[in-house]
């Protein structure tokens, strides 16, 4: 089975932009979650969908923001980009929602704001 | 709120020697705890989870829920293990994991 994909991999905006980031789950899996790792702050949760649906959400302000489509693939916006959002954000992908399952990671994508 | 420390941002250990990683975690409830493990230029990929009470790669990890702690422990460490290694929690039933601050762990050979 092929593994959680995201694109892409690398991307660099100025502040003020937005930014999609896209996350293809492994073929099966419904739940798609999202984290945002940082050298200060380390891995942060941001989101959670199932069944096109956000199940759980973190700290994040309202300019994080996401959505699942009905193949399961996930996407997660920032808008009006900061300098603080430099980040490499992950997301990873579990059978479902109900936990007792294991979360499987992507690579990331590593987002420069300058 | 839940919470998870790691105490120790790095640490060096002797090839052979034993490894312990430790892990203290605070939440009202029942939760699963987990460790991840990051190898150099790899994804973030589970170690071990405390529900299946599994030794992976050689390593084991015991909850004590008296002392709120899931600490990583290894007989004998191998150059291989050097990675970045973090502690995670989740309440049952649900998918939002809480990661600890993560140890890189440096093996010397």
């Known amino acids: 089975k092929a593994g959680v994909t995201q694109t892409p991999r690398y991307l660099i905006k100025t502040r003020g932009q937005q930014v999609t980031l896209s996350c293809s789950p492994i073929?099966?899996?419904?739940?798609v979650s999202w984290y945002q790792q940082t050298p200060g702050q380390g891995l942060q949760f941001l989101f959670e969908?199932?069944?096109?649906?956000?199940?759980n959400k973190g700290n994040f302000p309202g300019r994080f923001s996401g959505r699942q489509f009905s193949n399961s693939r996930s996407e997660m916006n920032v808008s009006t980009l900061e300098l603080g959002d430099s980040a490499l954000y992950l997301c990873?992908?579990?059978?479902?929602?109900?936990?007792?399952?294991?979360?499987?990671f992507g690579p990331g994508t590593r987002l420069t704001v300058l | 709120a839940q919470r998870v420390t790691q105490p120790e941002k790095l640490l060096s250990v002797f090839k052979g020697a034993p490894v312990e990683l430790k892990c203290n975690y605070s939440?009202?409830?029942?939760?699963?705890l987990f460790w991840y493990v990051q190898y150099s230029r790899q994804r973030l990929q589970l170690l071990l989870r405390?529900?299946s009470r599994e030794s992976i790669k050689g390593f084991t990890a015991d909850l004590n829920k008296g002392e709120t702690s899931f600490h990583l422990k290894k007989p004998f460490a191998q150059e291989e293990d050097s990675a970045m290694y973090y502690c995670?929690?989740?309440?049952?039933?649900?998918?939002?994991?809480?990661f600890g601050t993560g140890t890189r762990l440096t093996i010397i050979p």
């Open positions: 073929s099966g899996h419904r739940s």
């Open positions: 990873a992908s579990s059978l479902r929602a109900s936990g007792n399952n294991e979360q499987f």
């Open positions: 939440y009202s409830g029942s939760p699963e």
């Open positions: 995670a929690l989740r309440p049952f039933g649900n998918e939002k994991l809480t």
């Open positions: 405390h529900i």
């Open positions: 969908y199932f069944s096109e649906t956000q199940r």
